[in-house]
């Protein structure tokens, strides 16, 4: 398993940006599939996006197409979630996570490994 630190939440306006940023550790961080995943007060968690060990294939939510952007840095052992035009719904605590699986990276139980989590806050 890896180590997932989140960085980059916030507080922002609607229309905004942020970029979120996940930092693992470990030495097999290009071998791993990587994915974003939010919860909102009160919902479940739901996924928001993922990206193979390669960054050849992405995914997202159908919520969050054209306006996310998920990438990787496999020499930074990094991976990206750049957000823009956000929402009030939007506003959900964010979560990376790693798979050895390349498939159905929509799913949370493909994960092994978890981050704590990003707050992010969009303001109407």
């Known amino acids: 398993q890896v180590q997932l630190v989140e960085s980059g939440g916030g507080l922002v306006q609607t229309g905004g940006s942020l970029r979120l940023s996940c930092t693992a550790s470990?030495?097999?961080?290009?071998?791993?599939?990587m994915g974003w995943f939010r919860q909102a007060p009160g919902k479940e968690r739901e996924f928001v996006a993922a990206l193979t060990w390669s960054g050849s294939s992405t995914f997202y939510a159908d919520s969050v197409k054209g306006r996310f952007t998920i990438s990787r840095d496999n020499r930074k052992n990094t991976v990206y979630l750049q957000m823009n035009s956000l929402k009030p719904e939007d506003t959900a605590v964010y979560y990376c996570?790693?798979?050895?699986?390349?498939?159905?990276?929509?799913?949370?139980?493909?994960?092994?490994?978890w981050g704590q989590g990003t707050q992010v806050t969009v303001s109407s």
């Open positions: 996570a790693a798979s050895t699986s390349g498939s159905r990276l929509n799913t949370q139980l493909r994960y092994e490994s």
């Open positions: 470990g030495r097999t961080f290009s071998s791993y599939s």
